[in-house]
């Protein structure tokens, strides 16, 4: 059974720095995509970071130069980190994980962790 599990988040001065970190776990998949998508309040989910396996790495405008996607594969886990630099109050949301899975020759499924909330006070 496939389980995607966050941890970080929390509450930072603006111009401070947070990591959160998704965890993929349940099966070996024959692609990737697994990226971190934020909530404000009141607002639509939003694309903030993305990072193909194998392929490539997309920001959102917003966050380009400030935060960095990284996938970590050491002792057999399937870690998707985001280092946040730079932390603005504007970057207050809670913060999804999202993984598309693919395990071939199955279509893609599509799995969210639970959120975790970003705070940033200015």
């Known amino acids: 059974q496939v389980q995607v599990v966050e941890s970080g988040g929390g509450m930072v001065q603006a111009g401070g720095s947070l990591r959160l970190s998704c965890e993929v776990s349940?099966?070996?998949?024959?692609?990737?995509?697994i990226g971190w998508y934020r909530q404000a309040p009141g607002q639509a989910r939003e694309l903030v970071a993305v990072?193909?396996?194998?392929?490539?790495?997309?920001?959102a405008d917003s966050v380009k130069g400030r935060f960095t996607i990284s996938r970590d594969t050491a002792n057999a886990k399937n870690t998707v980190n985001l280092q946040m630099n730079s932390l603005k109050p504007e970057d207050t949301a809670v913060y999804y994980c999202?993984?598309?899975?693919?395990?071939?020759?199955?279509?893609?499924?599509?799995?969210w962790g639970q959120g975790t909330q970003v705070t940033v006070s200015s």
């Open positions: 999202n993984a598309e899975l693919r395990t071939w020759p199955g279509p893609p499924r599509n799995y």
């Open positions: 349940g099966g070996t998949f024959t692609s990737q995509r």
């Open positions: 990072i193909s396996v194998p392929g490539t790495i997309n920001y």
